[in-house]
Protein backbone atom coordinates (compact mmCIF):
# COMPACT_ATOMS: atom_id res chain seq x y z
CA UNK A 1 0.00 0.00 0.00
CA UNK A 2 1.51 3.11 -1.33
CA UNK A 3 1.87 6.70 1.03
CA UNK A 4 0.47 8.34 -1.21
CA UNK A 5 -2.80 7.36 -2.88
CA UNK A 6 -3.36 7.48 -6.81
CA UNK A 7 -7.01 6.35 -8.48
CA UNK A 8 -5.76 2.58 -10.11
CA UNK A 9 -7.17 3.81 -13.80
CA UNK A 10 -8.57 7.34 -15.32
CA UNK A 11 -9.80 7.68 -18.51
CA UNK A 12 -11.04 10.09 -21.55
CA UNK A 13 -11.57 10.53 -24.75
CA UNK A 14 -9.47 12.54 -27.34
CA UNK A 15 -9.65 16.74 -26.32
CA UNK A 16 -11.14 16.24 -23.15
CA UNK A 17 -9.53 17.05 -19.76
CA UNK A 18 -8.48 14.65 -16.94
CA UNK A 19 -7.75 15.22 -13.83
CA UNK A 20 -5.20 12.38 -11.39
CA UNK A 21 -5.79 13.16 -7.97
CA UNK A 22 -2.51 12.33 -5.20
CA UNK A 23 -3.98 12.28 -1.63
CA UNK A 24 -1.47 12.55 1.17
CA UNK A 25 -1.15 13.30 4.86
CA UNK A 26 0.21 16.16 7.43
CA UNK A 27 3.40 14.05 7.21
CA UNK A 28 4.07 14.22 3.29
CA UNK A 29 2.34 16.72 1.08
CA UNK A 30 0.24 17.87 3.85
CA UNK A 31 3.53 18.99 5.59
CA UNK A 32 4.23 20.93 2.44
CA UNK A 33 6.59 18.88 0.90
CA UNK A 34 6.77 19.13 -2.96
CA UNK A 35 5.24 16.94 -5.62
CA UNK A 36 6.34 15.89 -8.51
CA UNK A 37 4.94 13.72 -11.69
CA UNK A 38 6.13 11.18 -13.68
CA UNK A 39 4.86 9.86 -17.11
CA UNK A 40 5.89 6.12 -17.94
CA UNK A 41 5.19 4.24 -21.06
CA UNK A 42 5.39 0.47 -20.92
CA UNK A 43 9.03 -0.71 -21.14
CA UNK A 44 10.61 2.99 -20.62
CA UNK A 45 12.26 4.52 -17.62
CA UNK A 46 9.84 7.43 -16.42
CA UNK A 47 10.54 11.08 -16.97
CA UNK A 48 9.68 13.91 -15.07
CA UNK A 49 6.27 15.93 -15.97
CA UNK A 50 5.80 18.03 -13.46
CA UNK A 51 8.39 19.32 -10.66
CA UNK A 52 7.58 21.33 -7.23
CA UNK A 53 3.97 21.43 -7.55
CA UNK A 54 3.41 23.12 -10.70
CA UNK A 55 6.82 23.39 -13.02
CA UNK A 56 7.51 22.09 -16.14
CA UNK A 57 10.64 20.86 -17.32
CA UNK A 58 11.54 21.84 -20.83
CA UNK A 59 9.74 20.47 -23.36
CA UNK A 60 7.13 19.40 -21.36
CA UNK A 61 3.86 20.68 -23.04
CA UNK A 62 1.20 23.02 -20.84
CA UNK A 63 -1.69 20.84 -21.59
CA UNK A 64 -0.01 18.99 -18.58
CA UNK A 65 -0.59 21.32 -15.25
CA UNK A 66 0.09 20.42 -11.47
CA UNK A 67 -1.49 21.64 -8.47
CA UNK A 68 -1.73 21.31 -4.66
CA UNK A 69 -3.98 22.24 -1.92
CA UNK A 70 -3.45 21.10 1.60
CA UNK A 71 -2.95 16.94 1.59
CA UNK A 72 -3.43 16.19 -2.12
CA UNK A 73 -2.13 17.62 -4.92
CA UNK A 74 -3.47 16.82 -8.82
CA UNK A 75 -2.00 16.60 -12.12
CA UNK A 76 -4.43 17.74 -14.95
CA UNK A 77 -4.36 16.89 -18.60
CA UNK A 78 -6.13 18.83 -21.28
CA UNK A 79 -7.03 18.56 -24.93
CA UNK A 80 -6.11 14.72 -24.11
CA UNK A 81 -4.29 12.91 -27.38
CA UNK A 82 -4.00 8.94 -27.70
CA UNK A 83 -0.46 9.32 -27.27
CA UNK A 84 -0.86 10.43 -23.48
CA UNK A 85 -1.87 7.01 -22.92
CA UNK A 86 0.36 6.24 -20.18
CA UNK A 87 1.14 5.51 -16.04
CA UNK A 88 1.44 8.72 -14.11
CA UNK A 89 2.97 8.70 -10.51
CA UNK A 90 2.86 11.25 -7.91
CA UNK A 91 6.51 11.71 -6.00
CA UNK A 92 7.23 13.52 -2.43
CA UNK A 93 8.73 12.98 0.72
CA UNK A 94 7.43 11.69 3.90
CA UNK A 95 8.50 12.48 7.52
CA UNK A 96 7.36 10.01 9.36
CA UNK A 97 9.54 6.69 10.61
CA UNK A 98 12.85 8.39 9.52
CA UNK A 99 11.61 10.15 6.53
CA UNK A 100 11.61 8.51 2.92
CA UNK A 101 10.93 9.92 -0.69
CA UNK A 102 7.68 8.03 -1.39
CA UNK A 103 5.43 7.64 -4.66
CA UNK A 104 1.81 7.22 -5.15
CA UNK A 105 0.91 3.51 -6.74
CA UNK A 106 0.70 5.21 -10.25
CA UNK A 107 -2.40 5.81 -12.35
CA UNK A 108 -3.59 4.24 -15.66
CA UNK A 109 -4.65 6.80 -18.47
CA UNK A 110 -6.51 5.08 -21.18
CA UNK A 111 -7.67 7.45 -23.88
CA UNK A 112 -11.01 6.03 -25.70
CA UNK B 1 23.57 15.63 -22.03
CA UNK B 2 23.80 14.05 -19.13
CA UNK B 3 23.42 10.35 -19.44
CA UNK B 4 22.91 7.27 -17.05
CA UNK B 5 23.33 3.45 -17.87
CA UNK B 6 23.14 0.78 -15.42
CA UNK B 7 24.60 -2.72 -15.40
CA UNK B 8 23.99 -5.77 -13.19
CA UNK B 9 24.21 -9.30 -13.30
CA UNK B 10 20.32 -9.64 -14.29
CA UNK B 11 20.11 -12.97 -11.78
CA UNK B 12 20.71 -13.15 -8.38
CA UNK B 13 20.02 -16.48 -5.92
CA UNK B 14 18.06 -16.01 -3.10
CA UNK B 15 19.98 -14.73 0.02
CA UNK B 16 22.56 -13.54 -1.68
CA UNK B 17 23.36 -9.74 -2.71
CA UNK B 18 22.32 -7.93 -5.52
CA UNK B 19 25.30 -5.28 -7.08
CA UNK B 20 24.38 -3.25 -9.49
CA UNK B 21 26.82 -0.42 -11.16
CA UNK B 22 25.38 2.88 -12.72
CA UNK B 23 27.60 4.64 -14.83
CA UNK B 24 27.62 8.60 -15.55
CA UNK B 25 28.58 10.61 -19.19
CA UNK B 26 27.82 14.13 -19.82
CA UNK B 27 28.41 15.03 -16.17
CA UNK B 28 30.10 14.50 -13.30
CA UNK B 29 29.12 12.17 -9.82
CA UNK B 30 30.88 15.30 -8.20
CA UNK B 31 28.24 17.93 -8.70
CA UNK B 32 27.87 19.92 -5.34
CA UNK B 33 23.95 20.10 -5.98
CA UNK B 34 23.19 16.81 -7.25
CA UNK B 35 22.23 13.73 -5.92
CA UNK B 36 22.39 10.11 -7.63
CA UNK B 37 19.83 7.02 -6.22
CA UNK B 38 17.87 4.18 -7.22
CA UNK B 39 14.75 3.76 -7.83
CA UNK B 40 13.10 0.13 -8.30
CA UNK B 41 9.81 -1.23 -10.13
CA UNK B 42 8.88 -4.88 -10.03
CA UNK B 43 7.26 -5.85 -13.41
CA UNK B 44 3.80 -4.65 -13.58
CA UNK B 45 3.85 -2.60 -10.67
CA UNK B 46 4.99 0.43 -9.22
CA UNK B 47 7.66 2.30 -7.92
CA UNK B 48 9.92 2.64 -5.14
CA UNK B 49 12.55 4.93 -3.96
CA UNK B 50 15.58 2.96 -2.62
CA UNK B 51 17.88 5.71 -1.80
CA UNK B 52 20.18 8.01 -2.44
CA UNK B 53 24.02 9.79 -2.45
CA UNK B 54 25.67 12.80 -2.57
CA UNK B 55 29.37 13.03 -3.43
CA UNK B 56 30.36 13.97 -0.22
CA UNK B 57 28.97 10.67 1.09
CA UNK B 58 25.92 11.40 2.68
CA UNK B 59 23.23 8.75 1.88
CA UNK B 60 19.64 8.32 2.90
CA UNK B 61 17.68 5.07 2.84
CA UNK B 62 13.65 4.24 2.42
CA UNK B 63 13.33 2.76 6.24
CA UNK B 64 11.74 -0.13 4.77
CA UNK B 65 15.26 -1.28 3.15
CA UNK B 66 18.03 0.66 5.02
CA UNK B 67 19.40 -2.58 7.04
CA UNK B 68 19.96 -4.13 3.39
CA UNK B 69 20.91 -1.56 1.01
CA UNK B 70 24.26 0.57 0.81
CA UNK B 71 24.47 3.20 -1.63
CA UNK B 72 28.31 4.08 -2.68
CA UNK B 73 29.80 6.38 -4.93
CA UNK B 74 33.22 6.60 -6.87
CA UNK B 75 33.69 9.99 -8.21
CA UNK B 76 37.44 8.20 -9.88
CA UNK B 77 35.23 6.65 -12.35
CA UNK B 78 32.47 8.96 -12.69
CA UNK B 79 29.58 6.01 -11.19
CA UNK B 80 27.55 4.96 -8.22
CA UNK B 81 26.63 1.65 -6.78
CA UNK B 82 23.99 -0.06 -5.27
CA UNK B 83 24.08 -3.16 -2.98
CA UNK B 84 21.13 -4.93 -1.24
CA UNK B 85 21.83 -7.95 0.59
CA UNK B 86 19.77 -11.35 1.68
CA UNK B 87 17.51 -10.92 -2.03
CA UNK B 88 14.23 -12.88 -1.78
CA UNK B 89 12.35 -13.19 -4.77
CA UNK B 90 10.17 -10.09 -4.18
CA UNK B 91 13.85 -7.76 -4.88
CA UNK B 92 12.49 -9.23 -8.29
CA UNK B 93 12.46 -5.62 -10.45
CA UNK B 94 13.76 -3.41 -12.68
CA UNK B 95 16.59 -0.77 -11.14
CA UNK B 96 16.84 2.53 -12.25
CA UNK B 97 19.49 4.79 -11.43
CA UNK B 98 18.85 8.31 -11.12
CA UNK B 99 19.75 12.14 -10.41
CA UNK B 100 17.90 14.68 -8.52
CA UNK B 101 18.62 18.09 -7.46
CA UNK B 102 17.88 17.40 -3.61
CA UNK B 103 16.30 15.02 -1.82
CA UNK B 104 12.68 15.18 -3.16
CA UNK B 105 12.97 18.98 -3.53
CA UNK B 106 13.11 19.66 -7.23
CA UNK B 107 12.01 15.95 -8.80
CA UNK B 108 13.98 13.18 -10.32
CA UNK B 109 14.87 14.59 -13.75
CA UNK B 110 17.53 11.83 -14.98
CA UNK B 111 16.67 8.45 -15.45
CA UNK B 112 18.60 5.22 -16.95
CA UNK B 113 16.55 2.96 -19.00
CA UNK B 114 16.62 0.37 -15.70
CA UNK B 115 17.89 -3.01 -15.85
CA UNK B 116 16.29 -6.46 -14.65
CA UNK B 117 17.58 -8.17 -11.60
CA UNK B 118 15.43 -11.82 -10.76
CA UNK B 119 15.91 -13.06 -7.93
CA UNK B 120 15.75 -17.02 -8.38
CA UNK B 121 17.67 -20.49 -7.64
Known amino acids: QSVLTQPPSVSGAPGQTVTISCTGT?????????VHWYQQFPGTAPRLLIY???NRPSGVPDRFSGSRSGTSASLAISGLRAADEADYYC????????????FGGGTRLTVL | QLQLRESGPGLVKPSETLSVTCSVS??????????WGWVRQPPGKGLEWIGS???????YYNPSLAARVTISVDTSKNQFSLSLMSVTAADTAFYYC?????????????WGQGTLVAVSS
Open chain 2, 98 to 110: TKSNGIAVSGTDS
Open chain 2, 26 to 35: GGSVGHRSQY
Open chain 2, 53 to 59: IHYSGSS
Open chain 1, 26 to 34: RSNIGASFE
Open chain 1, 52 to 54: TNI
Open chain 1, 91 to 102: QSYDSSLGGSVV
